[in-house]
């Protein structure tokens, strides 16, 4: 799959030139570029060490930079999460994995409770500058306990970040940002587009802003909010709807929290239109909350009910390719949602 269109809004510039790479590739350059650049930063979790983690994003990290800043942690998410935000507190940059997103539940505590309050508890004497990368959804026939959308779990939380790049120039951008921001970040990295999305990287050093989504297509007729894998599905449809004379803008929200109501709203009130897409579950998922936003400070401008195309309310994805196939969102769901919008 091509990567989506559209260039990084950099809040550092990139040097001149780009490099072609994968997602996962990406996941990889900018975490090893991060160990070489700041002694701060090191990298814990389950199996990130010896074996160089599951995905072999970390694979010779350990021989290049040791094991006091490659750390194999024993399959515990809280001491993983509480460790790190120690760490973090005491002026460090930790970059805890949990090794699949369905893991992180025994580190809920830690995170909500702690990383994401620890400004505010201290009246700003201590932040907690500190990453947790966790590769998230379905598609890949993870099924009960390794395919998960937790995003909706943790967006409630004030004080913590989520960030869900979609393209390798995403990845590198955002990931650099949350590496950088003195607050706890939580990156969520879609396992579907880890090998599948390709795309131009921006060498050397940069930056994406926290909290700025990236129009990927322009269009007049419909607007169309997403993230992760189904952003790429979205401007894949709207393409092709785009050759039968059908409009459709494609919005990658790429900061799920904060969130660029400004981008959104603009959008709305050019097309009067309005399709959220997302794998996690349709009840109370982010599509909800955009969904209000809109409702909210957009009503009278639209044409059209607002519409959520989203998975199912099951608790979880089925290892058999038909139930999985039945929870993924298709194109061809999202085509027919947004011919029907655009004909309204």
Do not use: W
Not at 71 to 90: H, N, Y
Not at 124 to 145: E, K
Not at 178 to 201: M, N, Q, W
């Amino acid at each position: 799959m091509a990567g989506l269109r559209g260039s990084p809004t950099a809040a550092t510039a990139p040097a001149a030139g780009s490099t072609f790479m994968t997602n996962v590739e990406a996941v990889r350059a900018t975490l090893h570029d991060a160990l070489a650049r700041d002694e701060r930063v090191l990298i814990m979790g389950e199996d990130v060490g010896a074996r160089g983690n599951v995905f072999l994003i970390t694979k010779g990290f350990l021989e290049e930079f040791g094991p006091e800043r490659v750390i194999d942690t024993p399959l515990a998410e809280a001491s993983i999460v509480g460790v790190a935000i120690g760490m973090a507190m005491e002026g460090l940059r930790p970059i805890a994995e949990i090794q699949f997103a369905d893991f992180i539940y025994p580190a809920f505590n830690q995170i909500v409770g702690e990383a994401a309050k620890t400004r505010y508890r201290s009246n700003g004497d201590y932040t907690c500058p500190l990453v947790i990368r966790t590769p998230y959804g379905g598609g890949v026939r993870g099924a009960l306990s390794h395919s998960v959308s937790i995003e909706a779990l943790f967006y409630h939380v004030p004080g913590l970040t989520i960030l869900a790049p979609s393209t390798p120039a995403d990845v590198k951008g955002l990931l650099n940002a949350a590496i950088e921001c003195p607050d706890p970040v939580l990156f969520l990295e879609h396992k579907k587009t880890y090998r599948s999305v390709k795309g131009e990287v921006p060498d050397g050093y940069y930056t994406i802003p926290i909290g700025k989504a990236d129009v990927k297509k322009a269009g007049s007729q419909v607007t169309v909010v997403s993230y992760g894998f189904n952003a790429h599905q979205a401007l894949d449809a709207a393409n092709r709807l785009e050759a039968d004379g059908v409009s459709i803008e494609v919005i990658d929200l790429r900061s799920i929290r904060p969130m660029d109501k400004t981008t959104i709203l603009d959008s709305v009130r050019k097309t009067r239109k309005l399709l959220i897409v997302h794998e996690d579950n349709k009840f109370g998922g982010i599509g909800a909350e955009i969904s209000a936003m809109v409702a909210e400070e957009a009503f009278f401008e639209l044409d059209a009910p607002i519409r959520r195309l989203c998975g199912p309310d099951v608790p979880a994805m089925g290892y058999a390719l038909p139930l999985e196939e039945e929870f993924m969102i298709s194109t061809g769901q999202m085509l027919t949602a947004m011919r029907e919008l655009a004909a309204f």
